[in-house]
Nanobody, 120 residues
Framework: QVQLVESGGGEVQAGDSLTLSCAASGRTFSSYAMGWFRQAPGKEREFVAAITWKLRSYYHDSVKGRFTISRDNRENTSYLQMNSLKPEDTAVYYC??????????????WGQGTQVTVSS
């Protein structure tokens, strides 16, 4: 059974950094895309970042230059390094895995989410 488990969320001040991790189990995802979505209170879920198995990365415009996605195929894990955090980054962050990277929300596998709260 495939399972994605996020960790690393928490409450920080504006300008701080956090790194989210996503540990995947149940199968090998080395040829899949890995990514992150987020959902803020009262807002729709939105794409944050993705990385293909060839290590090509994509970002939402609002996080470009501040967030960095990476992956470790040996560990079946993805990471989201978040710098210069802003209050508007406050959301539940979801780890996702899919055969291909897409900004649409129809990724095949989803984690349970981890809360990130940024206070001003």
């Amino acid at each position: 059974q495939v399972q994605l488990v996020e960790s690393g969320g928490g409450e920080v001040q504006a300008g701080d950094s956090l790194t989210l991790s996503c540990a995947a189990s149940g199968r090998t995802f080395s040829s899949y895309a890995m990514g992150w979505f987020r959902q803020a209170p009262g807002k729709e879920r939105e794409f944050v970042a993705a990385i293909t198995w060839k290590l090509r990365s994509y970002y939402h415009d609002s996080v470009k230059g501040r967030f960095t996605i990476s992956r470790d195929n040996r560990e079946n894990t993805s990471y989201l390094q978040m710098n210069s955090l802003k209050p508007e980054d406050t959301a539940v962050y979801y780890c996702v895995v899919n055969p291909v990277a897409t900004m649409a929300g129809n990724w095949e596998y989803w984690g349970q989410g981890t809360q990130v709260t940024v206070s001003s």
